[in-house]
Every structure is written in C-alpha cells, then in structure tokens.
C-alpha cells in the first residue's frame, strides 16, 4: 500500500526544502494533516502572500512587502556595499546596528561543480550596483568554506581592478567563546589577525 | 529591522510543525521565498487538497482520499486489530505483508501531564470497533517509552476483562542487528522472551 496521493504530494513539497531529506518529509507531511483546519488555511495563506505580496529588491536582492527599507533610506550610506548569501544575514547584521551602507545578496557562491558561475549567482549586478552607488569599499560577509572562499577572492579580485577597496569581516574569537570550544582555524586565524592592546579593532596585514 | 510579515507568518506555521524549532522555522521560511512560483503553488494545492480531498476513516483512523482501503476491504479478518499511534506506521506494517487485520489509530498515548486521558485518545472508539467487528484479538505496536508502555498496560487490562486476547509485537533483536549495536533492555528482552530452536515464533509467557 502507497501513501496516498495528498500525503505523496506534501512530502515532495517539503522534500524540496534544503535540509529536508526524504523520511523528514514524510514526517512532516503527516503531521500537516494533524495540524487544524484553520492553522493549514494560515500556512496556505502564508505561501500565497509570499507569491503575490513578497518582492525582491532588485538592487540588493533583499525581500521586501512595501520599499526596500535598505536601499530606500537615503539616510544611509551608499558608498559601502556589504555582500551576503542570505536576506537573513542581513537581518542578523541590522541588528547589531553597526553598519549603515548598502546590502547586496548573492545568489549563492560559485561552484563549478554545480555550475554556479558569476553570472548566475548575481557578480555582472553588483558590479552595475557598485558603479552606479560610486562604492569605494565592498565589505564581504560569505561563508568560510572553499566554495565561500573562491568567491571572496574572486570579487576581491575583480574589484581591485577597479580600484575598490575590498575588505572581509574580521576572523577571530567569537565574543564570551572559551578557546576550548573552537576548531584549530579560527584560533590559527585570531592569532595570524592578533590586535595591539591599545588598538580598537584588527590590524588588516 | 524585523523580518517582513510574510517570513514571520510563513515561520510561525513551519513552527507547528512537531519537531520544527524557532531557528529551523526560519530558514524554511526563507527557503519557501527561494522555491519557484510554480513549486510554491504546487505545495499550496497540496495543503488545500489535505483539506479537501483528505478524510479520516471514522473507524479505524487511517487517512484516504476515495474510501478506507483496510475497513472497506472484505477480504481482511476483522476479528484482529492492531493498534497503532500513526497512520505512517499502517503502511510500516502493510509492506511486510504479514497481516491481514484491520487498524486502528490512537490518537497519542495516555499522558496525565499532557492531558490525553482515554477518552482523548479514543480508547472509547476503540472498544466501540472492538464490539461492532465482535474483536477476538487486540495487537499493540505501541511505542516502547513510559507512556506508550502506561497505554499498552490500560489497553490489555481493559480488554482482558472483556475476555479479548491483548498481545503486543514481540521485543529482540532486530534481524540483521549485532548485539554489540543493541541497548541493554533490547537485550534483556530477547533473553527473557527466548524462542525454542525447533519453534517458529516467540513464546509468549
């Protein structure tokens, strides 16, 4: 016996979030048939206002509901662009308040392997973004795999050229984190970017 | 900066979601902006077909789309039923095809603490199928935890005095399993539960 056909619909649904593997999804399907009438009405409204309310900015790639609240505050400043892989990234960067430029999300990093190539992860519109902002610094916040670590360099690269200062976050020791608790890198890291004491921030050898 | 209303609703319902956590919630809810129009409406036909399409069988518990293909099937021993938490686990034990009865679904197991007395669980339902298929036997395949033990307890105490058969699936060792692998009352029980070389099944005590 199958499960039925809704059950096998949901699961392929669900199967096609990143992270959701096969048994999860079946999981999960079920329980969306436990769930009330009422909370499976929201969730198909949910799904349906991020088709017809949900928008893209198409300068930073951020989502939005009315205006881009990053790129429409002319309060901020539109020198620097700071590069990201996530909108969600963002969020976590707004909410230290310590950066008041522009955003601009990624459409992943480049892979060969998964034919992610410049143009398709979005490198052409950040190049038209940082022209038309006139930036004179590109502040990179990608992940620290290899494929994260490709693109870095590959946008420091191509930025130089244009003699745009391209900088990273700063690689170290996660506030209140005891030593004991990081891999060899980040303390290998915090030690090659060790900061003078009477120094505020690092030193970019 | 908050997350747009969309993203908050879309987290808020991955949220009811059992074993879905608030950080979780999130990144699927990013994740559905990511899909396809196409994927995203695909997922709200299936949700709206669990709604539409998807009905209980008030008998047994087992969810259909046409009609129940256990309690409808005249061909199955309705003298037998076995008793089951999860519709998942029907379809676990229709694949072996080693039984031939019909099911019926609790709706959880008995828990003080949460409130699901017998009657939220729908012991009563059970008794009452029990009565109208005139039941000769009641097979748990409860979970093994504290409650599901409590359950399977009630359930056997309850029918034995009805003078129906309550058995339960037998513990051991999983066929293929090493023992080194296995807990210690997994073992423990396939000690106590030991089977006669020249017998085929377990002994039942």
């Known amino acids: 016996m199958e499960p039925i056909k809704t059950i096998l619909a949901l ?37 349906d206002d991020s088709l017809t309310k949900v928008e893209r900015c198409p300068h930073c790639g951020f989502y939005f509901e009315d205006s881009c609240p990053i790129c429409a505050d002319p309060k901020r400043d539109h020198s620097t662009i700071l590069v990201v892989i996530d909108s969600k990234d963002i969020l976590a960067i707004e909410k230290t308040k310590n950066y008041n430029g522009l955003y601009f999300v990624l459409d992943g990093t480049l892979s060969p392997l998964r034919n992610r190539n410049a143009k398709a992860i979005g490198i052409p519109r950040l190049e038209k973004e940082a022209e038309t902002n006139k ?71």
């Open 135 to 205: 930036a004179r610094e590109i502040i990179l916040a990608l992940p620290t795999d290899l494929e994260g670590e490709t693109t870095s360099l590959y946008i420091a690269s191509l930025f130089g050229k244009k003699n745009i200062k391209v900088t990273r976050l700063a690689h170290g020791i996660p506030v209140g984190t005891n030593l004991e608790y990081l891999d060899n890198l980040t303390i290998a890291q915090s030690i090659q970017h060790r900061t003078d004491m009477d120094k505020g921030g690092n030193e970019n050898g």
């Open 11 to 47: 699961a392929e649904s669900y199967r096609k979030l990143p992270g959701i593997g096969p048994k999860t999804a079946e999981r999960l399907a079920y329980a969306t048939l436990r769930l009330t009438p009422d909370d499976r009405r929201l969730f198909i409204q949910a799904i």
